[in-house]
């Protein structure tokens, strides 16, 4: 038993690094992959339902159900055991290949070749309180149906609930380790998955309990660490994963801490660009102003050349024995003139050079951050609904308000400036309607717009849950501020999906 045990963890480890990238990580996926499983005796009046449970596929062609399901099915050659996919054409011939009463579990191949997706089984340690999923097909579904209505084709039946506790031993007594939990499966439920909220295995419905007095029921399932030891036996590599599920609310969390640093990493990229820039512009300055005091010198030692070969042929003229033609008497003083106007257009053309350079290296030292600013869209605004614009305005009238410094309205709420400060925006989650404002004001139009989206029940407390854990809060000073506002905006615009049901558009004017 103990080497039996090791090689069990062994393949486990293996598993655990080959598989770990999961290729079904939610419920919705997790459901393609849910089949019930039918025994169908033959009988000298033809094929009739003999039974019915669940099950889940593990690998291609291969899915997992509880052993008592296709107990029936090893009585006689005149049993058979099938599977009937959620979608599709039907009834799908399958065989038991490997059965064991003693852990509950039983494997089935079946022929054909549906799209039937492998669900991925967790190894993470489950706790009490953690949210779970059950997905099957328990008979409750389905009063009334007749035994034809169960070989067709349906969608699993899903119940959720969270863990109430684990245990050693099953309720019959025998020593499987177990998971006692809240969400609700019934007969036919057998050999269904128990998920987490990622849609990856913990566990496999067995039994279902009730309580003696208080007649409180409980799903109770196999744990996953039984699932894997029967699928090593029989040679079976499912897909694994060892990472820890996350909540909802954790989820959105790592998105929004994700969202910061990517915005985080992007502006130190852009930092460092500029800083880049700013480093070559003044290579480029230095250079110009070290070109043109070099041109500038060049001209000044070009004329001093000039006057002085001038000067020396002027004094060895008398001396020469050659006939010479004699210059005009104002002719050196016109050539000097000429040589002096080049020299001094290039040192004024030097003075404006530099002064240029010095003008733009002062301002890039004194170039700083500044806070968008809405022009023009201060003090007491006026706003007159625009009803051609609007839709869902019914009963909503002008409005007026004050605005003041980068968009701060009423003197409690800002606006945090986006496409490049040409427009300002505040997303409001409102309790009582269960909504998310989108409140959009264009300064240089005039233009005030609130578009509203409902939320559902997990929305609505995920956003509640954002807005908590957001540092923007009423008021328009502090450091930090107007970006605190633009970190909340993104982190809800995520929950404005679809159409708004509400559009309200105002013609904004000052007073």
Known sequence: MAIKALRFLAAAIMLAFVTSAAAQTSVDEAERGIVRVVVILQTSEGRMLYGSGSGFVVAPNLVVTNAHVVAAAR?????????????????????????????????????????????????????????????????????????????????????????????DRAPTGDPIPTINHQAIISSGSSGGPLLDECGRVIGINSWHVSGADTRETRGVSTRVAQLLQFLDEAGVTPTLSDERCLSFAERMQAERSATIDALHTQNQELEAKLETADRLTRIAVVILIGGTLALFVAVCVLGAIVLSRRRTNTHAAPHAHVQHHEPEPFEAPRKRMGVMTIVGGAAVAAILIVAAGIALMRAQNQQAPQIAEAPNFSGAITCTLDREASSGAQGVADMSFSASGALCVNERTLYAPIDD????????????????????????????????????????????????????????SGEGASEAVTRRNETLMRFAQGEPSQRLVWRCEQR
């Open 75 to 167: 009585q006689g050659a005149e049993y058979g055991v099938a599977v009937v996919p959620p979608q599709g054409d039907g009834l799908l011939p399958a065989t038991i290949i490997r059965y064991s009463p003693l852990t509950e579990l039983a494997l089935l191949e079946f022929r054909g070749e549906p799209d039937l997706t492998p669900l991925t089984i967790s190894t993470v340690e489950p706790h009490t309180g953690d949210g779970v999923v059950a997905l099957g097909y328990p008979d409750v579904d389905y009063q009334g149906a007749s035994g034809a209505d169960l070989l067709r084709p349906a969608p699993p039946s899903r119940t959720s609930g969270q863990i109430a506790s684990l245990r």
């Open 421 to 476: 400060a040409q427009h300002f925006r505040r997303l409001i989650v409102l309790g009582e309607a269960r909504a998310l404002d989108v409140l959009t004001i264009d300064p240089a139009s005039g233009e005030f717009r609130r578009e509203r989206y409902p939320l559902d029940e997990t929305a609505f407390a995920a956003a509640n849950q954002a807005v908590s854990s957001s540092s923007a809060g009423r008021g328009c």
